[in-house]
């Protein structure tokens, strides 16, 4: 019988357990339909989800199918929870994610099917609640399709054109459907195992419609994994039973786990044995003496398992994309032993890893590090039902980052008497959210490979704290350049001392970057109330997509930093008199905007922390000194092997002259309006983010300057058109503008969609609407280019300032307009400028190639509906047989 883990996955109140209770009956799981509302759910287990009518804690039941066993994992949807969820997609072998007829693809939809996305996990749709008013299958279809893959097809239509729809999806499909007119369910069933096709199915779980469907649909499209014969597990989930005996949720995902068999941790960490194993249906559970590959089970006698593990073959997890963005300090009542308290908490970290308990001895107080509001108050709640623990918390604090802004080198020393390590490392800079990178190039001949893997596992294991206000670094690379030991008097804890205090010089030597943490939001309020909501937004340094309008209320979209949307939710409610909604949710680390009242707030100093030193440790006349971290670099034993400073040219050095290459020079040759905004603004230089101000303590006699040069911007070239300012410098665009404008603009529109598709950059077409009186502004698609219009009191020119300075942290971009100020604020931002006159002439030499390749092919593909396109495909077949 075929094995399959499936997944529950939905924003919260999308119906996602009244899904999960309708499959169980429908499947004959259980005899008696529950609901969530009356607090009977089946898979509503805890007495915290019955009351709040949520789910906190992934669940598991077995639905036995006719050729099929599913095995049911019911995930938290509240966005406070979502690190649970996204533990648990790790092992499943496919997902049907929930999204509600009525509210469509919400903010925590797009943040799990991007979860689904980089897990790989391959996912059928169910669109619930489609007896309410307002829930338009045709609509909801199109959206799906639009925000998250044209890959959704709706498995309710007729068979044909199922069949013609998915089999666009693939080439097999397309081949298969042109010879049979039908596609099989095994070529449909690879296609969904490849993230090609999403299968939606419509329906309302709570009157047991289209549930039927979606279970035939799971037994015939579900992919399953094929498993090895070696043994291999995947930890999910940590929990107790009620008798408090700790349990090890796990999948199988290759051989079998037998009772009593002998389970290692990562690198042997921890070798214990499997005492039971128990497969869970909701809260009842079954003891079986294997688990074959593919068994969801719950393991007994494991006592240093932790989620996320993998087991045999599995490799480790490297840890959750979401994680907590506030910090909060535990109030213990009156009488409470503190370390009794962290003992009670370490127990429920086992559970939830990223509370990262921490216990500050200098300061005597515990932190947790907590999603929202939600998960603190389910937090008061266990730790009182199952300690009889009565804390409180205080005001959550943000939760900072910290990073730097170019490459550093970091020398740790430790030589106290008999013992000795020296490590030299690179630190480099790396791109938002991609964490801590570890790597070495030592030679061996100067360290062995022994000491070198012991450095980098020291470098794994402690989180490593920043110097600016003592926040845990992130997005960098940690390179190991060189090393020593003593032949005698060496220890592996020797180099623990060398290798925490290089890391702490090297970021006291560099230029530290703040990174705050950001939301992205859904506002949804009445239409009145959206100029005031805009303001507080761009008084918060928010960022806002243009208003899209439903019926009487409008949605915004965006992001802005944690600090000052955290309580937003409570003002938005009292001006809209409890008619708006703010949706949260983890957007990353951004460069904090005002980096120097931060520091000086926290008050943080770094030579104050102990714990932390950047300063090393040598040995002379047979006894250890200090040495502070700022002459450590004059002191070193080896040498790191690399100089980050820049090479000077000689000054009789002729200049080699330039090659001409397509607007390659274009800002060089803006000589004298570059001449002009340097004197007045200062050297022009590509900007990935504000420049933090120099660090408040002293730099040590003699130590050099490090500049960093900033990256080449990869990826597709961007374009931005000032619209109205082209039309009036072309002739014949002004004088069809003098009887329509309208006709110019569009004139304009087909002129840039054959460049675009020409020259295969991305093309901005921004015109300015700031006199129409109430206008939101808007970004449609035109053809495939992008067509801006202005809200209401912005130009153009403000509008390409702020596009021109985000899109050119990543790529090439150029801006074609004649506007002088214009031309200012492009080279400040290391764009490039192309006039009027220079871009007619580049578009009339585009236009001449595409008219030779027209008449070399006499004529031009052009689109078709789908169905046209396949019959004709057919006639050709048929023509060439």
Same mark, same amino acid.
């Given at each position: 019988m075929?094995?399959l883990v ?5 924003h919260?109140?999308a119906?996602?357990?009244?899904l ?8 004959g799981?259980?005899?008696r339909?529950?609901?969530v ?8 287990t805890?007495a915290m989800?019955r ?5 906190i ?6 639905l036995?199918l ?5 095995t049911?994992?019911?995930t938290?949807?509240?966005?406070d ?10 092992v499943?072998?496919c ?9 469509g693809?919400?903010?925590?939809t797009?943040t799990l ?6 897990y790989?996990?391959?996912v059928l749709l169910?669109?619930?609640?489609m007896?309410l ?5 045709t609509?909801v279809?199109?959206?799906?399709r639009?925000?998250l893959?044209?890959g959704?097809?709706d498995?309710?239509?007729a068979?044909e054109q199922v ?12 081949e298969?459907f ?9 070529t ?7 993230r090609?096709?999403f299968?939606?199915?419509f329906g ?18 579900a992919?399953?994994?094929?498993? !090895? *014969?070696?043994?291999?597990?995947? =930890?999910?989930k940590? +929990? /107790?039973d009620?008798? &408090?005996a700790? $349990?090890?949720?796990?999948k199988?995902?290759?051989?079998t ?9 990562p690198?042997?960490?921890?070798e214990?044995k499997a ?14 003496e294997?688990? !074959? *590959?593919?068994t969801?089970?719950a =393991?007994t006698?494991l +006592? /240093?398992?932790?989620? &996320?593990e993998? $087991?045999?073959?599995?490799?480790q997890?490297t840890?959750?994309?979401?994680s907590?963005?506030l910090?909060y300090q535990v109030q ?6 503190p ?5 009670k908490?370490r127990?429920l970290?086992?559970e939830?890893?990223?509370?990262h308990?921490s ?7 515990l932190?947790v590090?907590?999603? &929202?509001?939600?998960q603190?108050e ?14 409180t918390?205080?005001?959550?604090a ?19 008497l008999?013992h000795y390590?020296?490590?030299h490392l ?7 959210g991609s ?16 000491w070198q893997?012991l ?17 845990p ?7 190991l350049?060189?090393?020593?030991a003593?032949?005698?008097h ?8 060398a ?13 530290s ?8 939001f859904r506002?949804e ?5 959206v100029?005031?909501a805009?303001s507080d937004l761009?008084?918060m340094?928010?960022?806002?997509d243009?208003?899209?309008?439903f019926?009487e209320e409008?949605v915004?979209t965006?992001a802005?930093p ?10 938005v ?5 409890g008619?708006g ?8 680390y ?13 008050g943080y ?5 102990v ?20 002459q ?7 040498s790191?092997?690399?100089s980050?400073?820049?090479?000077e040219?000689?000054e009789?050095?002729a200049?080699q002259?330039?090659q001409?290459m397509?607007y ?7 000589k004298e ?11 022009v ?5 504000q ?9 040590s006699?003699?130590a050099e ?6 990256p ?6 961007y374009?931005?058109v000032d619209?109205?300012?082209i039309i009036?410098?072309?002739d ?5 503008a003098?009887e329509n404008?309208?006709a ?9 969609c054959?460049y675009?598709?020409y ?9 300015d609407?700031?006199?129409v009186k ?16 202005t809200?209401?009191?912005?130009t153009?020119?403000a509008y390409?300032e ?9 790529h090439?971009?150029?801006?074609a ?5 214009e031309q200012l604020?492009?080279?400040?931002h290391?764009?490039?400028r192309?006039s009027?006159?220079?871009f007619r ?5 585009v236009?001449g190639?595409?008219a030779?390749?027209l ?15 396949l ?11």
């Amino acid at each position: 019988m075929k094995k399959l883990v499936i997944g529950i996955l939905a924003h919260v109140d999308a119906g996602k357990t009244t899904l999960s209770e309708a499959l169980l009956y429908e499947s004959g799981a259980i005899r008696r339909l529950g609901r969530v509302d009356h607090k009977d759910a089946f898979l509503d287990t805890d007495a915290m989800e019955r009351e709040r009518g949520i789910t906190i804690f992934s669940k598991q039941a077995v639905l036995p199918l006719e050729d099929t066993e599913v095995t049911l994992l019911d995930t938290p949807g509240h966005v406070d929870f979502s690190a649970e969820t996204e533990r648990t997609l790790r092992v499943l072998d496919c997902a049907v994610l929930v999204v509600s007829g009525t509210d469509g693809v919400q903010a925590h939809t797009r943040t799990l099917w991007r979860l689904l996305e980089r897990y790989g996990v391959p996912v059928l749709l169910f669109v619930n609640k489609m007896d309410l008013a307002g829930a338009d299958r045709t609509a909801v279809l199109e959206e799906l399709r639009q925000r998250l893959g044209a890959g959704c097809v709706d498995f309710g239509a007729a068979p044909e054109q199922v069949a013609e729809e998915a089999a666009v999806c693939g080439e097999a499909a397309l081949e298969e459907f042109l010879e049979t007119g039908a596609v099989t369910d095994g070529t449909l069933r690879q296609l969904v195992g490849e993230r090609a096709l999403f299968p939606c199915f419509f329906g309302s779980a709570l009157k047991l419609e289209g549930v039927k469907a979606l279970l035939e649909g799971l037994e015939r499209y579900a992919p399953a994994p094929a498993y !090895p *014969a070696e043994f291999g597990a995947r =930890v999910y989930k940590i +929990s /107790r039973d009620g008798q &408090g005996a700790r $349990l090890t949720h796990l999948k199988v995902t290759g051989g079998t786990l037998r009772v009593k068999d002998l389970l290692r941790g990562p690198g042997g960490a921890w070798e214990e044995k499997a005492d039971q194993l128990r497969i869970y249906s909701g809260a009842k559970f079954k003891t079986v003496e294997e688990a !074959p *590959a593919g068994t969801v089970v719950a =393991v007994t006698g494991l +006592s /240093r398992s932790l989620p &996320g593990e993998g $087991l045999g073959f599995e490799g480790q997890w490297t840890g959750p994309v979401l994680s907590p963005v506030l910090t909060y300090q535990v109030q213990l009542a009156e009488g409470t032993d503190p370390h009794t308290a962290l003992m009670k908490l370490r127990q429920l970290e086992e559970e939830d890893p990223q509370l990262h308990v921490s216990w500050s001895e200098a300061a005597k107080e515990l932190r947790v590090q907590l999603m &929202g509001e939600v998960q603190l108050e389910i937090l008061g709640r266990l730790l009182r039902d199952r300690f009889g623990m009565e804390v409180t918390f205080g005001t959550g604090a943000i939760l900072y980052r910290e990073t730097i802004a170019a490459p550093a080198i970091g020398i740790g020393h430790f030589e106290p008497l008999r013992h000795y390590a020296e490590v030299h490392l690179l630190l480099e800079p790396l791109p938002r959210g991609s964490g801590l990178v570890f790597a070495s190039r030592c030679p061996e001949d100067q360290l062995d490979r022994n000491w070198q893997r012991l450095i980098l596992t020291h470098l794994a294991e402690k989180e490593h704290l920043g110097v600016l206000t003592g926040s845990p670094i992130t997005d960098l690379k940690i390179t190991l350049l060189a090393g020593r030991a003593h032949d005698k008097h060496t220890e592996g804890g020797d180099f623990r001392q060398a290798t925490y205090r290089a890391v702490r010089q090297g970021l006291m030597s560099a230029q530290s970057v703040l990174l705050e943490p950001w939301y992205t939001f859904r506002l949804e309020l009445p239409a009145a109330q959206v100029g005031r909501a805009i303001s507080d937004l761009q008084r918060m340094n928010g960022e806002t997509d243009p208003p899209e309008t439903f019926g009487e209320e409008t949605v915004l979209t965006g992001a802005a930093p944690v600090a000052a949307l955290r309580d937003y939710a409570r003002e938005v409610t009292a001006y809209t008199r409890g008619q708006g909604r703010l949706f949260c949710q983890s957007g990353g680390y951004r460069p904090c905007a005002d980096q120097a009242a931060v520091v000086e707030a926290l008050g943080y100093d770094p030579d104050r922390d102990v714990e932390n030193t950047a300063d090393s440790v040598f040995c002379t006349h047979g006894a250890g000194y200090n040495v502070k971290w700022d002459q450590v670099p004059a002191m070193a034993h080896v040498s790191s092997g690399l100089s980050l400073e820049e090479e000077e040219a000689p000054e009789d050095t002729a200049p080699q002259p330039r090659q001409a290459m397509d607007y390659a020079g274009t800002l060089a040759q803006d000589k004298e309006l570059q001449s002009i905004f340097e004197r007045t603004y200062g050297p022009v230089k590509q900007r990935s983010f504000q420049p933090p101000p120099k660090p408040r303590r002293p730099v040590s006699e003699g130590a050099e300057e490090k500049r960093s040069i900033p990256p080449r911007p990869t990826g597709p070239e961007y374009l931005l058109v000032d619209g109205y300012n082209i039309i009036f410098a072309w002739d014949e665009l002004k004088a069809i503008a003098r009887e329509n404008l309208d006709a110019a603009r569009k004139a304009l529109c087909d002129i840039l969609c054959n460049y675009q598709g020409y020259r295969k950059c991305r093309v901005i077409l921004v015109f300015d609407a700031y006199k129409v009186k109430g206008g939101q502004g808007s970004v449609e698609k035109y053809h495939n280019i992008r067509l801006v219009y202005t809200k209401e009191a912005e130009t153009a020119d403000a509008y390409i300032e702020r596009a021109t300075y985000e899109i050119g942290k990543h790529h090439r971009v150029r801006v074609a307009t004649s506007d002088g100020p214009e031309q200012l604020i492009i080279l400040g931002h290391g764009a490039l400028r192309l006039s009027a006159s220079a871009f007619r002439a580049e578009v009339e030499e585009v236009q001449g190639r595409i008219a030779d390749v027209l008449a070399q092919n006499n004529r031009a593909a052009g689109s078709r509906p789908v169905r046209a396109a396949l019959e004709k495909a057919q006639q050709e077949k048929e023509d060439a047989t």
